[in-house]
């Protein structure tokens, strides 16, 4: 029960992610890689903060915290971008459906394949993430903002598999932000920051909250379940990310999304349930 209340939880953070970024970016009140480097800087000094309360050296010039470092670039880039043209739940159901293909190819090129249960519940949920992206379906998607999103899933994928050894969630995560930051504030040279103060407080939010200590709780979580459930149950963010674009943002929900999200649940309800 415990671990199940964690991952809701993890899981309407990551959501979270996706309407403060959309209503920064798409409202103008902050660039995209303003927006990213900002989130990134509040979330560094949110989880080195604990880290230096509780005592704890997030290691930063080990080799192990590379992969996490550079996924979480990768993953913050193509995120803040594609937001510029992309709803907030359709943007969600790109990241996570290229997650679930980068965390189940990973496991079956480790040794690790998915069971059949799984496989059957994953093609169910990527169902639904097809229908709302095909052409001619009644809500249109950016081609530049879905291949930017792409990127974000992909980056995604590996900085959740490379959590999965993390011996300290919360020196891990903190290390991946503290060591991109500076690649993300190259950025800044021409200027400061372009924002107002409510693209600021969200860009803070986003960081600090919903980004450094959900990224920490997932870490925590993804080391006690298998990489295939871990993989189909963020399918459930886009589902989270529609309801609250809808009535947060004002985001079309349009039957095609609802049929879809309905695809998305019961494929992960399949599969990480057992027969039982």
């Known amino acids: ?5 964690l991952t809701t939880l993890t899981m309407c953070a990551f959501a979270a992610n996706s ?18 480097v900002l989130r990134v800087a509040a979330g560094a000094a949110m989880l080195w903060a604990i880290a230096l309360w509780r005592g704890v050296s997030l290691d930063l010039f080990s080799r192990a915290r590379l992969p996490g470092a550079i996924s979480l670039l990768a993953y913050m880039i193509g995120f803040s971008l594609a937001y510029l ?18 965390m189940f190819a990973y496991g079956a090129l480790t040794g690790q394949p998915p069971t059949g249960r799984q496989l059957s519940g994953a093609g169910v949920a990527f169902a639904g993430l097809v229908l709302v992206l095909w052409p001619g379906a009644d809500s249109a998607t950016d081609p530049l903002g879905a291949a930017l999103m792409v990127l974000a899933g992909v980056g995604w994928g590996v900085y959740s598999i ?4 993390a011996a300290d969630p919360l020196a891990a995560t903190g290390a ?3 060591l991109c930051l500076p ?3 190259l950025t800044l040279v021409a ?3 372009d924002g107002d103060a409510l693209g600021v407080m969200l860009a803070v939010v986003c960081g600090a909250v919903t980004s450094g200590l959900g990224y920490a709780l997932w870490y925590n979580v993804l080391r006690q379940m298998s990489g295939a459930v ?5 399918l459930s963010v886009p589902v989270l990310a529609i309801i609250a674009g809808a009535v947060l943002l004002g985001e079309a929900v349009t039957q095609v999304v609802v049929l879809a999200a309905t695809l998305v649940v019961g494929g992960i309800g399949w599969a990480v349930t057992a027969k039982r």
């Open 1 to 5: 029960m415990r671990l199940i209340l």
């Open 19 to 36: 309407v403060l970024t959309r209503a920064a970016v798409d409202g103008g009140h902050m660039t995209p890689m303003d927006f990213a």
């Open 85 to 102: 043209t992309l709803d907030a739940g359709l943007g969600a159901l790109i990241l996570f459906g290229v997650t679930q293909i980068t």
């Open 162 to 165: 490379a959590g999965r050894a």
């Open 176 to 178: 991946s932000f503290v």
């Open 183 to 185: 690649v993300l504030a």
């Open 191 to 193: 200027g400061g920051i």
């Open 230 to 234: 871990a993989a189909v149950v963020q």
